[in-house]
């Protein structure tokens, strides 16, 4: 679960002084072990999302991991997309959010919630440019064993205390059954919004049928790379 500076370095095409500089001065999370800073994927994940740094997808394969890992379209098949919720603050919209995921009956929503909430204190999950992902730091567990997205477009903009500055109306919400399918899913979605045409997209916004269309579009071009 633990990177080394050389190994982020060289997964993104950077040196080790600007990692280094992003621990010291940017605020990207690090543990130091015999005079060697360690990264945690789950903290460099979401640092990454935050700060607009696309980070390749597979660097967050855990060791034997099969190639057999959850599609971002087919997530969110399975966790729907939702159109016009209320709410004029994150909780009152994560609490809308939270009303429409498919939870396992052992989950409490409020408990969830206040989770959300309680990660979104720590530090913003907002993508930019008006997205943000809630989700906390363990993965929430789904009942049937597959995973899940759920979309949730606004209907006012809240601020989610961006980086950019920019209110968020589109909310990404992850189920999964592990630690492995809610980092990739993370990780590949993050990808995934890094793409302009589909952030136009999802800002207009588009169907059901279109948004779902774009995505797998997207994923198929990765295969073919």
Aim: aromatic letters at 6%; charged letters at 20%; hydrophobic letters at 45%.
């Amino acid at each position: 679960m633990f990177l080394k500076v050389i190994t982020l370095a060289a997964a993104i095409g950077v040196d080790e002084k600007t990692v280094l500089d992003w621990i010291k001065n940017r605020g990207l999370p690090a543990h130091k072990h015999d005079d060697r800073y360690r990264i945690n994927r789950v903290d460099l994940l979401e640092w990454a999302t935050s700060h607009g740094i696309t980070i390749p997808s597979g660097l967050f394969a855990a060791s034997g991991e099969t190639s057999d890992r959850p599609f971002v379209s087919e997530a969110l098949v399975q966790g729907g997309i939702f159109y016009d919720l209320p709410g004029d603050t994150p909780e009152a919209a994560l609490r809308e959010v939270v009303s429409r995921l498919r939870l396992p009956p052992c989950l409490d929503p409020e408990f969830l919630l206040q989770t959300l909430l309680a990660r979104e204190a720590l530090g913003s999950t907002a993508f930019g440019n008006g997205i943000a992902i809630p989700h906390v730091r363990n993965p929430i567990v789904g009942q049937t064993g597959e995973s899940a997205i759920s979309l949730c477009f606004l209907k006012n903009p809240i601020d989610f205390d961006a980086i950019d500055g920019k209110p968020v109306t589109i909310l990404f919400t992850l189920v999964t059954p592990n630690v492995k399918a809610h980092l990739h899913l993370l990780a590949k979605l993050a990808f995934l919004l890094h793409d302009q045409p589909f952030q136009a997209l999802l800002h207009r916004p588009g169907t059901e049928g279109e948004i779902i269309t774009a995505v797998r579009a997207l994923e198929e071009a990765i295969i073919r790379k």
